[in-house]
């Protein structure tokens, strides 16, 4: 080593532990590079904990519609009948826009009357949701515009306005006012059901519970008999009010005014299920109940593809699926043909809207849990997506009772495959390619016997037709040479 020549070697402990850097002091520009790879080297430090810190609550948080979703209405994205509330803002995302300023006022009403009715003061009410109003900030993304401008009073009441229109909106239509129940319900159609179901459109669970406590409103049964406008020709129970309801599978009742929550029995145990909001629950209601072991089985991931019309011509039927949880996807054998069982769907254009924010609300959260990708939702609308590449793939559909819904054709096969561009690929969708494939490679025989069938049926069924006067012509001419 040269006499002029030294090494320097500098360790920063608060930025890259047990990491040297090593640089010659001969060198002009070593400091310089020196602190350059400190600095980018302190920059990835910070903002990896940063992300991390953020993500350890990524299921808790309401989260902006996913730009990688924001093409599937086709429009710009940025303020897709998907996304943006049509009639009601609820939380801060959307807050302030004019063409919802209508209902600010429903929601001074609806406050009114929930106070009033649970004998308590508004203060009280009010304080009790100031009590929680900072940790439900901390459920938004505080750099967002729409939050960040927002003062801790303004937000306080934004929670209380917005909590007291959600639970008086459940409120049974015979027990509410009767200007709430006009402008809500009545004046609206089914806007409101649409806009609260809404990723962007949400406001934190702890709010709504806090509330809770002032009002008798079952929250879960409301949002279980929402979620029963996806499934067509299940069994309705009479509840005791004489409303009609399915069945809820958790036992959960609102007693006392206070909400409690239902047993996660898909995860084993009785585990007490919280969600993060609305939302979360209608998904929860949809799917919590899958077996663990569906959703945690990990196929191997296929290309493959094959429209409805082209499962029937091997010999596998799209079938309603009998589960009484959602996004059923799976080859069945039986017979001689096959079924691909397919939970029947409702779809209209609210439905429509609250899958495609189920399938956001995955994509926000993916990775929250290691068991399971969480993409349960999507993996069912990639499947449907798969299959309809025709009008004539969505008639097969109807035809089988798997999709059922005021859309025409024209409209469900757009629906679909605006969807299928965007979606991510979960685990159940390749559960279900796996089992058309195995399909396809263990029935070969049986296949090309279908085919063939299938193909030249009307010929078949006119060869059988024409055999069969022929043979009655041949026995009446027998019996008269006799």
């Not at 203060?123 to 515009?145: I, Q």
């Not at 029963?228 to 069994?235: D, E, H, R, S, V």
């Not at 309801?245 to 206070?258: A, E, K, Q, Y």
């Not at 009446?476 to 040479?481: A, I, M, Y």
Request: net charge neutral; proline share 4%.
């Amino acid at each position: 080593m040269d006499a002029d020549t030294r090494t320097i070697i500098l360790i920063d402990d608060d930025v890259a532990p047990g990491r040297a850097v090593r640089v010659n002091d001969d060198d002009d520009d070593a400091v310089p590079a020196l602190q350059e790879i400190l600095a980018i080297d302190e920059r990835m430090a910070r903002t990896t904990r940063k992300l991390e810190a953020e993500f350890a609550y990524v299921d808790t948080k309401i989260h902006r519609f996913p730009r990688g979703l924001r093409g599937i209405d086709g429009g710009d994205g940025d303020g897709g009948r998907y996304i943006a509330p049509s009639v009601v803002a609820i939380g801060p995302y959307h807050h302030g826009a004019a063409r919802l300023q209508d209902m600010e006022e429903v929601k001074l009403a609806a406050a009114y009357h929930l106070c009033r009715s649970s004998g308590h003061s508004t203060a009280k009410v009010y304080e009790r949701v100031r009590s929680v109003a900072g940790a439900a900030r901390g459920c938004y993304a505080a750099a967002d515009p729409s939050v960040e401008g927002v003062g801790e009073a303004d937000f306080t009441a934004m929670m209380f306005l917005d909590g007291c229109f959600l639970l008086q909106y459940m409120v049974d239509g015979e027990d509410a006012a009767p200007v709430l129940r006009n402008r809500m319900t009545l004046s609206t159609g089914p806007s409101i059901q649409k806009d609260i179901f809404l990723l962007e459109n949400q406001i934190p669970w702890l709010v709504l519970e806090v509330l809770a406590e002032f009002i008798s409103v079952d929250v879960h049964r409301f949002v279980h008999d929402m979620g029963a406008k996806f499934l067509p020709g299940k069994a309705m129970a009479k509840s005791e009010n004489g409303r009609r309801r399915l069945p809820w599978p958790w036992g959960c009742t609102c007693t006392g005014g206070r909400a409690t929550k239902p047993a996660d029995r898909s995860r084993g145990g009785e585990q007490q299920y919280k969600p993060a909001h609305l939302l979360g629950l209608l998904r929860f209601t949809q799917v919590g109940s899958m077996p663990e072991d569906m959703v945690k089985y990990k196929a191997f991931p296929l290309s493959l593809s094959s429209s409805a019309v082209e499962l029937a011509e091997i010999g596998v039927v799209p079938t309603p699926s009998t589960e009484q949880w959602f996004g059923d996807a799976r080859v069945r054998r039986c017979g001689l043909a096959g079924e691909l069982l397919l939970s029947p769907v409702f779809l209209s254009e609210v439905t429509a809207c609250w899958l495609v924010n189920m399938a956001a609300l995955e994509a926000s959260t993916a990775g929250a849990s290691r068991d399971s990708d969480g993409f349960v939702v999507s993996s069912y609308l990639s499947v449907l997506a798969m299959l309809v590449d025709r009008k004539e793939d969505v008639h097969e559909l109807r035809r089988r009772r798997v999709l059922h819904g005021a859309l025409s054709n024209k409209q469900a096969l757009g629906f679909f495959k605006g969807l299928g561009q965007h979606l991510r690929f979960g685990g159940r969708y390749f559960a279900a390619l796996e089992g058309i494939d195995s399909y396809k490679r263990h029935r070969s025989l049986r296949i090309a016997a279908h085919k063939f069938v299938y193909n030249n049926y009307r010929f078949i069924a006119a060869f059988l037709s024409v055999t069969g006067v022929l043979i009655g012509i041949f026995k009446t001419l027998l019996s008269l040479k006799r």
